[in-house]
Each structure stands twice: as C-alpha cells, then as structure tokens.
C-alpha cells in the first residue's frame, strides 16, 4: 500500500486532455513540492514534472502539473501515442522521513 | 553528461547478501547526496535509502522496510556508491536503481536515475 494514493489506471483517445491524481496527507503533499515520473516499460524513471507544475527542458509544454492541499495532479493534454507510459507522484514525507511515491498510473492511448 | 550505472546484481538465497555498485560520472560526486530506489516487477517504486556528503557527515536514512538490514555507503574516491543488503528476503526482489537528487533548498527530485540492476532472492 503506496502512502500517495494514485489511480492504478487512466486512458484516453489521441488529442484527448487526461489528468492523474495523487493524493497525500498533512506530513507529504502538504508540506513539500511534488515531483511526477514517466516510465516506459524496460526503462528507468525520467523526471517529467518538479517542484508541483516545472518541466525539464525537452519536456512538452503538454504536460502540466499542479498542487493544492494534500493533493496534486498530472494533466497531459493533446494525448499522443508516445504518452502510454507509467506515471510516479512523489514528495518527501516529513513524518516517515523519507521519499515516498504513488503507486503509479498506467497510462493507455486508446 | 551525468551519468550513473549501476552492477552487481544476481540471483542470492533467502538470507543472504549483495552489495550493489552505482558508478557516477559528469558531476561533483563527492558533493552530491545519493538515493537508491527499487521497483519489484509489475510493481510501484520504492525508495530504499540514501547516503550524504562529506560536509554531511555521510549521514544514512532508510526506511522501515530495509532499517537493520541494507546499509549505503560510499567511495567518493571512485566515484561510486554502494548499496550492502543483508538478510535478503524474498519480497527485496527487484530491479534496484541509484539515483541523484537535483534542486535546491527545499525543492528536490531524483534525476538522472541508472539503468537498473535486477535482484532476484530465490532458493
């Protein structure tokens, strides 16, 4: 059991706007930024969204993050086939003291 | 580039031990705290623990799942951090990853991650 609480699954049609929830609590979400992964299967982790809604550079303006409260939530807009991945939140936990993730989201581009 | 590789992985029985290596490059390694994070197959993510720097004390944090049994270290001399896992049991199954925390302040995230290297505690 993840302590940031994901939906286990999202989909959508190309073009289609799909937004992933993340849901926290008080000691994580509430008191630190949030970071979101992309994972593709076989791969390692890469960052796709820092500190609630920055991107990297190369990241899509497609992708948006956002936070309020002990929430926080993962748009991608224009879906693309490229965009079937698994999807991480992540934040610190100030009670655990420690990294905490999601149970992540996989993400399916009907 | 930054880059990190992680080795060392294998086959172990239950209750036994792996060190894990995760050789850096491209960055001031030395400065830099290191986490590791491990993905059970089909699974979430999990962070393992992390190691500081020197100015740190190499301070360790791990979480409850590990504390007692995995233990990170480091040789800033080469570059490389360790992950010694003790007492294995079945569940650390998995592909174990390092990775580095980038930011500031209070605003951090892991980036880049290594490849992976799988573990598998198996009789």
């Known amino acids: 059991q993840s302590v940031l609480t994901q939906p286990p699954s999202a989909s959508g049609t190309p073009g289609q706007r799909v937004t992933i929830s993340c849901s926290g609590s008080?000691?994580?979400?509430?008191?630190?930024?949030v970071n979101w992964y992309q994972q593709f299967p076989g791969t390692a982790p890469k960052v796709l969204i820092y500190?609630?809604?920055q991107r990297p550079s190369g990241v899509p303006d497609r992708f948006s993050g956002s936070k309020s409260g002990t929430s926080a939530s993962l748009a991608i807009s224009g879906l693309q086939s490229e965009d079937e991945a698994d999807y991480y939140c992540?934040?610190?936990?100030?009670?655990?003291?420690?990294?905490?993730f999601g149970g992540g989201t996989k993400l399916t581009v009907l | 580039e930054v880059q990190l590789v992680e080795s060392g992985g294998g086959l172990v029985q239950p209750g036994g031990s792996l060190k894990l290596s995760c050789e850096a490059s491209?960055?001031?390694?030395?400065?830099?705290?290191m986490h590791w994070v491990r993905q059970a197959s089909g699974k979430g993510l999990e962070w393992v623990g992390r190691i500081r720097s020197k100015a740190d004390n190499y301070a360790t944090t791990y979480p409850a799942s590990v504390k007692g049994r995995f233990t990170i270290s480091r040789d800033d001399s080469k570059n490389t951090a360790y992950l010694q896992m003790d007492s294995l049991k079945i569940e650390d199954t998995a592909v174990y990853y390092c990775t580095r925390p980038a930011g500031s302040g209070a605003d951090w995230w892991f980036d880049p991650w290594g490849q992976g290297t799988l573990v598998t505690v198996s009789s």
């Open positions: 500190t609630n809604n």
């Open positions: 008080s000691s994580n979400i509430g008191s630190n930024t």
């Open positions: 992540a934040t610190w936990d100030d009670s655990l003291n420690g990294w905490v």
């Open positions: 491209g960055f001031t390694f030395s400065g830099s705290t």
